[in-house]
């Protein structure tokens, strides 16, 4: 499975579903790290720098897209899943605006969920090994 080879900070105020949710992730992933605010979780990204970030947009102290914004100013290529129970277009601008990658509704289909994640952990490893290749490429050129 493509997950196991990445890491995502999952970010969520109510407790109930930030456990469930990640008692299903811990399992598939590389390391999952959890925060139950926007503060904390950026944070926690600033300090593990995980490969994708999954986040509530309504949340104490710091809000999804607040925390969103300020993780795209430390890392624009950093994809971010928004996870809601609203639909109002407003978020979904401000979602748009700040470069959010995915926007999946509550409550959270799973399959829908590890579909958007599979497919943004295709693009990273694509990435990855094309900037592999970059570095190879110039080392023998330097050479």
């Given amino acids: 499975m ?3 080879k990445v890491s995502i900070l999952y970010v969520e105020d109510d407790g109930e579903i930030r456990e469930a949710l990640a008692e299903t992730l811990e399992f598939d992933v590389k390391e999952l790290y959890v925060a139950e605010n926007g503060e904390e979780g950026l944070k926690k990204f600033k300090e593990f720098k ?5 986040s509530d947009i309504k949340m104490p102290k710091m809000d999804g897209l607040q925390m969103s914004a300020q993780i795209k100013e430390i890392s624009p290529k950093t994809p971010i899943i928004i996870t809601t129970a ?3 277009s407003d978020y979904l601008l401000k979602a748009i605006d700040i470069g959010i990658d995915k926007y999946v509704t509550k409550p959270v289909d799973i399959d829908k969920l ?5 497919d943004i952990t295709s693009l990273l490893l694509i990435e990855k090994e094309r900037e592999i290749r970059n570095k190879y ?3 023998i050129l330097d050479f």
């Fill in 114 to 118: 590890y579909k958007a994640l599979e």
């Fill in 137 to 139: 490429l110039r080392d």
């Fill in 50 to 54: 995980p490969d994708i970030v999954i």
């Fill in 2 to 4: 493509l997950l196991e």
């Fill in 86 to 88: 609203f639909s109002d």
